[in-house]
Nanobody, 115 residues
Framework: VQLQASGGGLVQPGGSLRLSCAAS????????MGWYRQAPGKERELVAS??????PNYADSVKGRFTISRDAKTTVYLQMNMLKPEDTAVYYC???????????WGQGTQVTVSS
């Protein structure tokens, strides 16, 4: 299974970016897909996730600003609005299969929020 993430970049505070992640190489679906991020010197943290039924979950720090969505069961998006400098991090796409549980990770895409 491969996860290909795209959409990162440099944006000014208050701006927007949209991340995309497409999974390939598996005939099975993913019970959860999501985005994590890791800033320099910090641990990786969950940003948002969404179940196969379309139920989203957000970190408190991004609620009201970020929106996660899924398309065709193997693609997940993260619309990021009102970006802040503290959103600067490498963002990683994640996909989970169960029976047994397996986590798959994308290569990471850099998001930098700076004026």
């Amino acid at each position: 299974v491969q996860l290909q993430a795209s959409g990162g970049g440099l944006v000014q505070p208050g701006g927007s970016l949209r991340l995309s992640c497409a999974a390939s190489g598996s005939g099975r679906g993913f019970v959860v897909m999501g985005w994590y991020r890791q800033a320099p010197g910090k641990e990786r943290e969950l940003v948002a996730s969404i179940t196969s039924a379309g139920r989203p979950n957000y970190a408190d720090s991004v609620k009201g600003r970020f929106t996660i969505s899924r398309d065709a069961k193997t693609t997940v998006y993260l619309q990021m609005n009102m970006l802040k400098p503290e959103d600067t991090a490498v963002y990683y796409c994640n996909a989970v299969q169960v029976g047994p549980r397996r986590d798959f990770w994308g290569q990471g895409t850099q998001v930098t929020v700076s004026s």
